[in-house]
């Protein structure tokens, strides 16, 4: 099997996960210079709204397709509200308050919406009902699976629909436009309050699907689920230049690919049996076992931070941005 | 004028009167608290323990305003630091007074590795930076057990050696004076003892020349270094200065627990010790120790209080202690951020900007 293939598949499953989740991110930090620590909280939420409904719904003899379909448009509206009520209770009071006090806020909200989730749907990890039958399709060496083209196809709708909206609408004009200058835009006749909580709404929008996608394609589903990815799509907005659209899809992309490259390749690399010849121990110690690795596929997750990093040192303007790192 | 003198005199017997009477209810607690449950004296140590970390925390965040997500890792590394090197782990024993300020130094560098790349990130970046070096820190602990066997992965280090001093070891219960001094009652005048330290050093730095140069980086960097504050060093120097407290914090964590793993050191510690240094007044040394032994005794009063009510009124145990705690935890969060920004017991500066903003 070429592994190469098979994790760049892999790779761009969960890159246009990422992407959706990047988005929220971006837009919110597009229009008011806030990182919405909160937001995977939501991405969690849609998850185990989705779950529930789907759990209920699986034995009724409906097409599976449809029961999934229902779960998500179930959890599109729940977090659209959690979205609304975020900005309302915890952001838009600090509004002009110093940078630090949202971002705790957030981070009280972030506790509170766990927690919520941890009483109604218990401390477990959840089975996320696998109701869509995996067929797998063979790919050049590789294999496809119907849920990673569908994962990938309603990214791509979803990321078409949000462009129309914004460069196409009144209602994205008005984004836009609050986005550049939040005073001016008010003086025209923007009403700020409405767009701001437009724009948060949007964003949980996306990621109530993203949550719906992560569950049906990782099986399974946990109260904590939404900070891990939470951070991961931040790293990526953060990659591809916060506040630049095109710029979180791809860098949500890219950080999905490069995680699942890294975590199929990363054992490989750092197997110190390839310089087996620097001391004879090494050579004796490879002959018996020809893995010794150093890092394991298991610090999977240190490979979003590493890109998080890099690119805040290194470019904090991310690749398509033009903001500049040190206004933050 | 002539009442000038007189009253700074009352004002200062009225302190020292202050003053005796804490220094004797702080001695006579533990003794108190046995009688309650010994448990009640082991919530104390760690409610002291987390006034050291939240005093740590309060350079970087309070006086340089450099938010750190990943604060906790000093902590682990402070701690890991003490379980390896006194623990049948590598077979090294070495006593306390060597083996935490190695922890600590250990933990200064990472402070200074996490620093030096982030100088130029402020505010919400760096808080992002720093938490992923937490989790970096901390998935690395939980890994590190193969090819060699270091951190011993997710299992942790048992069997850490208890603190000796001289003759005393914190372990035993030891008879002086005809009362009783069993382990954790030792620690606790121990801890007791670097807390008092590490308060004076705080309230110390707050008004020094460091102290004010951080003041005037977290005001406005630009403005600071054209006044001639080595802005650089400066920051360095609160992250490096930092991480040292964690870093202690962390070699007594390991000592007297006896045994630690990564579970110790998630993200959501990060958080709580930075909820205490927001709650308490960012900045200011006496609020940030209110804050931190608030937040340590609330849960655990409510951990007793909360499961008897919800038994007595629903029959059954409805939602964890846990949890209530947590919820009331993010709340307050959230409240305080809005009503009261400076935290409870601010520290003069920010009250001062908040009258007149």
New interface residues.
Partial sequence: MDIFLQQLINGLTLGSIYAMVALGYTMVYGIIQ??NFAHGEVVMIGAMIALSVIAALAKSGLHPVLVVAIGTACAVPVCMAVGYVMER??YR??RG?????????A??????L???A??IWSRNNLAFPQIIRTETYPIGGATITNVQIAIVLIALAMMAGLALIVYRTRLGTAMRATAQNLQVAGLMGIDINRIIAATFVIGAALAAVAGVMVGTYYGIAHYTMG?LLG?KA??AA?LGGIGNLPGAALGGVLLGVVEALGAGYIGDITN?CHFAGVSEALERRCSEDPH?????S??Q??F???V??AV??LR?SGLLGERV??R? | MNTGSARPMRHSAAIWGGTVLLAVALIALPFALTAVGTAWVRITNLAILFVLLSLGLNIVVGFAGLLDLGYIAFYAVGAYAYALLASPHFGVHLPFWIAVPIGAAIAAVFGILLGAPTLKLRGDYLAIVTLGFGEIVRIILNNLSQPINITNGPQGITLIDPIRLGGIDFAKTEAFLGLAFSGPVKYYYLLLAVMLAVIFIGVRLQNSRIGRAWEAIREDEIAARSMGINTARIKLLAFAMGATFGGIAGGMFSAIQGFISPESFVLVESIMVLSMVVLGGMGNVWGVVLGAVLLSFVPELLRYTVEPVQRTLFGRMLIEPEVIRMLLFGLALVLIMIFRPAGIWPSAVRKRELAHP
Avoid: C, E, K, W
């Fill in positions: 806030l990182i209770v915890a009071p600090l308050a110093p940078r630090l006090a949202p971002l705790i806020t981070i009280g909200i972030s506790i509170v766990q927690h919520l941890l009483m900070s951070l931040f790293s953060v110190l010794l690795v150093l890092f394991g298991n610090y997750d240190v979003a931070f590493l998080l990093i805040l040192v904090p790192g040190d933050a």
